[in-house]
Nanobody
Framework: QVQLVESGGGLVQPGGSLRLSCAAS??????????MGWYRQAPGKQRELVAT???????NYADSVKGRFTISRDNAKKMVYLQMNSLKPEDTAVYYC??????WGQGTQVTVSS
């Protein structure tokens, strides 16, 4: 069983930055061969893709976050990160980490408000 634990969420003002982290543990010896990603779900809305990163390092972003968010990974530490800059109120959501789109963390709340 794989455990994914997100951290780094919180309350930030519009225009601010946050860095989310996702730690993989449990029955996972490494993540180097896995696709990793971040999704988010706002109240009353469906979960949506934010960013993904393939095992080879290819990244993909939702149009709404392109140029503002950056996904990265550290395979040796079994970590995935999401650097979020120029945050907007519409980025407010619970952010979830996924490994191969079949293992999910519990989520971390991000609230962008003045």
């Amino acid at each position: 069983q794989v455990q994914l634990v997100e951290s780094g969420g919180g309350l930030v003002q519009p225009g601010g930055s946050l860095r989310l982290s996702c730690a993989a543990s449990g029955r996972v010896f490494s993540i180097y061969a896995s696709a990793m990603g971040w999704y988010r779900q706002a109240p009353g809305k469906q979960r949506e893709l934010v960013a993904t990163i393939s095992s080879g390092g290819t990244t993909n972003y939702a149009d709404s976050v392109k140029g503002r968010f950056t996904i990265s990974r550290d395979n040796a530490k079994k970590m995935v990160y999401l650097q979020m800059n120029s945050l907007k109120p519409e980025d407010t959501a619970v952010y979830y980490c996924t490994k191969d789109f079949n293992s999910w963390g519990q989520g971390t709340q991000v609230t962008v408000s003045s």
